[in-house]
Structures are given as structure tokens and as C-alpha cells.
């Protein structure tokens, strides 16, 4: 657990003690509890009844806000349009939106105009949660500077209209047996620095250093963070990302990632020595290449459009699963 209430104060000595306890946490296990942010409850009540009232809609109102029919990946995400495995169709939906790009020029796959339904206070309550958690990003992403042993603004100078993802996501609950029901979401690391997650309800797991999965219990008030494949890479290895992953629910679950990123042109390499001066396995990633390389892997209807030609991955992409704890067990 880490408060992060000193990174507000104006004394340098009281922020690089917080930036301690995130090195710890991140070096450690990847995953922590995170407290002392200013991000109200009630801000974050808003959100969770709106996406209640949302995902309560019929699929056909859903499937007007299809994600498929957007010009920068946002929208509605119905069961089984995103997969990690090929074989299994995770128990979930998710309305995506971003950044709200609306300059005309400077547009990316994942940088423009959010889809947002027409629903009343949807767009108003969503937005206001993205920018208040974005804010508590970038103070974050200082704690990781001062972690590394970097410059404070080292790491957030390059977060100005970042492609960063707040998902509402929706695991519903019935009886069917887990072997039959499917899965939550399957295994896999975050592509981009860090998760910022609120969830209501149990469900979600981590796969620690020893190769075991553990629960992670909700805690009222502290939100989850966990360690993504930018930071792993940033970082030289010194923080892992880390393979997660949600179980079939054992009661209706929400949940709200917000996926914090780099500006999208952002070459992401290693920033510090590797761990104990060994020689460093990783090269450098466009950041919002990387990001839209993993998502084009993972979701239909992008699979699709390459499938036909319409597209391709970006030069240079890496494949899925490349990065965690995952190959560190296997070796």
C-alpha cells in the first residue's frame, strides 16, 4: 500500500519519500494499493452510476455506439469483440474513450474526437472522472521520475494529449459453472506506463513473482496500480510489468481502468542502467505505435481490416504477450 498524499507537498524532501514507496512497490510486485489521492467519492460514484445506466441498455441502443464505427478506438465494446486468446471469449463488455482529441491536425489511430452516446450526463460525468484521474497520472508519473532516481518533470514532460484509455468495463454475473462460463478477461500485461483501477467488486488476480496467482481484494477509497509494458521498458527492467487477469465474477463486477501513456510520439527506451549493470534486452518503442500494435492483435474488427489489407501493423510492432513476469517464470 502506498500513500501518495506526501507527492502533493511543496517540500521536496516529503515527495521523494512517497516516490520511495512507489520504487518499493513497483521493484517488489508491480501491483499496489494506492491512497491519498484527491480523486473524491463522489466523482467516483458518478462514474459507476453511469455506467450501471449505460451498460443496462438494450444491445441494440449499444450497438449504435459500436467501437468498430469510430475514427480513434472508442466506443461500445460488446462480448467477445476483444480477445487475448483465440480459443476463449472473455465475460465482459466495455464502453473505451480517450483523450478527447478535436484539433483537426495531429490526429493518430488512437488520438481524435470520442464516440459518446446520447445519453443525458454520460459525457459530462465520464469526462470529469478522465481528467481528474488523468491530473493524478502526471503527479504519478513525477513519483516514477523521483523513483528512478530522475528528474522530477523527466517523465511528464511527454504527457501533454496522451492516447491514455479510461475503459467502463461491465463483467456480468450468472450460475453457469466457470469451465462452461468462460473467464473475465484472460491473462496479459497493460501496454502502456501504469493502470490506474477502480474496481467495485472482487474478481481480479495477479500473477506474482513465483508464478502463482493471488486475489486482489477491493479496498474502499484506494484505487489498484499496476506496473504496464512502457514503464517496464523506461525503467530497464527495474519495474516488471505485470500479467493480471479477472476470473469469472462471482457477483456482477465494474470496473475502470484508466491506461496512462506517453504522448503518442514518444520514443520509449530505457531511461536508467539495467538492474545490477547487466546488459539492457530492451530496444526502443514508439508509444502509441506499441499501443495500437497490441490493441490491433486483440480486437475483431481491427484483425479484420488487416485480414482484408485494409491495414497493417506498425513497423516494427511487437507481438502480444512480450513483456512480464510470464517469461521470467518460464525461464
Same mark, same amino acid.
Request: charged content about 25%; aromatic content about 10%; hydrophobic content about 40%.
Given at each position: ?10 517540500? #521536496?524532501?516529503?515527495?521523494?519519500? #512517497? %516516490?520511495?514507496?512507489?520504487?518499493? %512497490? ?5 501491483? $499496489?494499493?494506492? +491512497? ?14 453511469? #455506467?450501471? %445506466? ?56 488512437l488520438l481524435g474526437p470520442n464516440r459518446w452516446p446520447d445519453m443525458p450526463g454520460f459525457k459530462e460525468d465520464v469526462s470529469a472522472y478522465y481528467d481528474e484521474v488523468l491530473e ?7 513519483? $516514477? ?14 504527457? +501533454? ?19 462452461? /462460463?468462460?473467464q473475465g478477461i484472460g491473462s496479459h500485461t497493460d501496454y502502456e506506463c501504469f493502470t490506474i483501477l477502480m474496481p467495485t467488486a472482487p474478481g481480479l488476480e495477479v500473477l506474482n ?12 477509497? %484506494? ?14 527492467? +527495474?519495474?516488471? #510489468? +505485470? ?21 503518442y510520439d514518444t520514443l520509449i527506451e530505457p531511461i536508467v542502467p539495467a538492474p545490477d549493470d547487466k546488459a539492457s534486452p530492451y530496444g526502443a518503442l514508439a508509444c502509441g505505435d ?18 482484408? /489489407? ?22
Amino acid at each position: 500500500m502506498v500513500d501518495i498524499a506526501p507527492l502533493y507537498s511543496p517540500h #521536496a524532501h516529503e515527495r521523494r519519500q #512517497a %516516490a520511495g514507496q512507489l520504487s518499493k %512497490a513497483a521493484r517488489d510486485a508491480g501491483f $499496489f494499493y494506492l +491512497t491519498g489521492h484527491r480523486v473524491s467519492q463522489a466523482r467516483i460514484d458518478a462514474l459507476v452510476a453511469r #455506467a450501471k %445506466a449505460y451498460f443496462a441498455l438494450p444491445m441494440e441502443e449499444k450497438m449504435r455506439h459500436y467501437i468498430g464505427d469510430s475514427t480513434n478506438h472508442s466506443g461500445y465494446v460488446p462480448e467477445g469483440e476483444e480477445r487475448f486468446s483465440d480459443n476463449v471469449v472473455d465475460r465482459k463488455e466495455a464502453y473505451d474513450v480517450g483523450f478527447d482529441y478535436l484539433a483537426s491536425e495531429g490526429r493518430r489511430p488512437l488520438l481524435g474526437p470520442n464516440r459518446w452516446p446520447d445519453m443525458p450526463g454520460f459525457k459530462e460525468d465520464v469526462s470529469a472522472y478522465y481528467d481528474e484521474v488523468l491530473e493524478l497520472s502526471k503527479l504519478m508519473f513525477r513519483g $516514477f521520475a523521483l523513483a528512478l532516481g530522475l528528474e522530477e518533470d523527466r517523465l511528464v514532460r511527454q504527457v +501533454t494529449q496522451p492516447p491514455s484509455q479510461l475503459r467502463l468495463i461491465h463483467y456480468p454475473f450468472d450460475d453457469v459453472p466457470a469451465k462452461e /462460463g468462460g473467464q473475465g478477461i484472460g491473462s496479459h500485461t497493460d501496454y502502456e506506463c501504469f493502470t490506474i483501477l477502480m474496481p467495485t467488486a472482487p474478481g481480479l488476480e495477479v500473477l506474482n513473482g513465483a508464478g502463482e496467482w493471488i486475489a486482489v481484494p477491493v479496498l474502499p477509497g %484506494a484505487f489498484v496500480i499496476n506496473i504496464g509494458d512502457m514503464l517496464e521498458v523506461l525503467s530497464n527492467g +527495474t519495474f516488471v #510489468a +505485470t500479467r493480471h487477469r479477472v476470473r469469472k465474477v462471482q457477483e456482477e463486477r465494474y470496473s475502470f481502468p484508466l491506461f496512462c501513456a506517453c504522448d503518442y510520439d514518444t520514443l520509449i527506451e530505457p531511461i536508467v542502467p539495467a538492474p545490477d549493470d547487466k546488459a539492457s534486452p530492451y530496444g526502443a518503442l514508439a508509444c502509441g505505435d506499441h499501443i495500437y500494435a497490441q490493441t490491433q492483435q486483440t480486437f475483431t474488427y481491427l484483425k479484420q481490416r488487416i485480414a482484408r /489489407g485494409e491495414m497493417k501493423l506498425p513497423e516494427g510492432a511487437r507481438l502480444a504477450d512480450s513483456f512480464g513476469r510470464k517469461a521470467q517464470v518460464a525461464a
